[in-house]
Structures are given as C-alpha cells and as structure tokens.
C-alpha cells in the first residue's frame, strides 16, 4: 500500500491542525493504521493508532484527550485532528499501515511495513 500525508503547517499554540493520509493500491480497511512524529535530534514517537479489525484506537499519553485518530475506509483516508497544540506538538507526522501486526504491537515501529513520506507541523509559543 502507498501512503501520502498531507495536511502539515504552521500554527500558534493553542491552534489545530487536521493531517490525512491516503492510501492507495491495496484494501485499507484490512490496514492498522497510525500515526508516528519525529522531532529533530528525537526518535520516532507513536501517536495514535486505529486497530484494523475493531476499529480500537490508542493513544500516547502526551496527546490523549487533544489528538484524535479517525478513518474513512470509503475514501481510503485516515485523519489526525489535532487540537490544543504545544509547541512541543512540533515534528514530521508519519503515517504508517499494516495488516499483520498485533494489538500489543501497536506502539512500535518497526511493527509498520508502509510509511508515508512525513508531513511538517511547526507550533509556535
């Protein structure tokens, strides 16, 4: 499956932001779907993930309660809502699939065989 996020950009903090990733080329709703940042000099953090069977969603902490993981199979897209934003919100956002891996493996990823190629969110104070 090809991935393409989209949605990035500059915001105040406090503001919000929605990213999507659309996927193309096989069946996505057979696809767990998630969402990952990388900050310069960080790793790659987990965000959010929608389980591809239940629909289950998980959150990190750091985002929990401000984020939200949605999906439309329909349109093959997968969304972020992004509110309440931090200026340590700021990163590339990845969106990444797969239609293997476990529940308990949702966090990590290496457990991700697609990737998008990231999309910039820049928050400032």
């Known amino acids: 499956v090809q991935l393409q996020a989209s949605g990035g950009g500059a915001v105040q903090a406090g503001g919000f932001l929605r990213l999507s990733c659309a996927a193309s080329g096989r069946t996505f709703s057979g696809y767990t779907m998630a969402w990952f940042r990388q900050a310069p000099g960080k790793e790659r953090e987990f965000i959010a993930a929608?389980?591809?069977?239940?629909?289950?969603?998980y959150y990190a902490d750091s985002v929990k309660g401000r984020f939200t993981i949605s999906r439309d199979n329909a349109k093959e897209t997968m969304y972020l809502q992004m509110s309440s934003l931090k200026p340590e919100d700021t990163a590339v956002y990845y969106c990444?699939?797969?239609?293997?891996?476990?529940?308990?493996?949702?966090?990590?990823?290496?457990?991700?065989?697609?990737w998008g190629q990231g999309t910039q969110v820049t928050v400032s104070s």
């Open positions: 990444a699939a797969d239609a293997t891996l476990i529940f308990s493996s949702m966090t990590r990823s290496s457990s991700y065989d697609y």
């Open positions: 929608m389980f591809r069977s239940t629909g289950r969603t």
